[in-house]
């Protein structure tokens, strides 16, 4: 009873912040120019959209997660219709080897074919069975996909789905309704 009681406090006082930031360009600004900076090395990540942007929106999915669906639902028409970068990162798990080898799988067709990558995405959205042949992975692509998940392990990142916004984590804060007036925002304000 007490652990559930200060589950909801907790609760609560997110969602107080939660009001307190949203729609208020000057906390928005003090989060995205405060906040810790998390640096995932993104050499190696998928990314759709503008490289060279100001504004990148680091997504970290996992297959087969409802909430990871909605958010890349958002992405792929958030990064059509702005200006921005959309870093992709695969959370893996060492417990559901069938997780590991779906990411795999989308990593190793964005290296291979960008364009059958997004169509993979849509798919994935819009809850379409995934009837694609599997590619098996390169040993490269294992090596990437592992030293990533030590990476999000190292910056203590181990939810999905997790949003950052220019290396700074939001989604406590915003849920994905939110980030077309964000992006409008942080754009006009550029």
Known sequence: MKRNLKTLILLKSERIASFTIKRNYNVLQNLLTEG???????????????????????????????????????????????????????????????????????????????DEFVNELHKFANDKNNKTTKIKASEQTKRDFFNRLKLLEANRIDKSPTILINGKILSRYYNIRDFKYIINDLIEKI
């Open 36 to 114: 810790e900076f998390i640096d995932l090395n993104y050499q190696n990540a998928m990314f759709l959209g503008d490289k060279d942007s100001y504004l990148s929106i680091t997504t970290i999915i996992t297959p087969f997660c409802p909430y990871c669906k909605a958010i890349v639902k958002e992405m792929l028409y958030l990064y059509n219709a702005y200006p921005i970068k959309w870093v992709i990162i695969l959370n893996g798990s060492p417990s559901f080897p069938d997780i590991n080898n779906q990411q795999l799988h989308w990593e190793e067709i964005y290296k291979l074919n960008k």
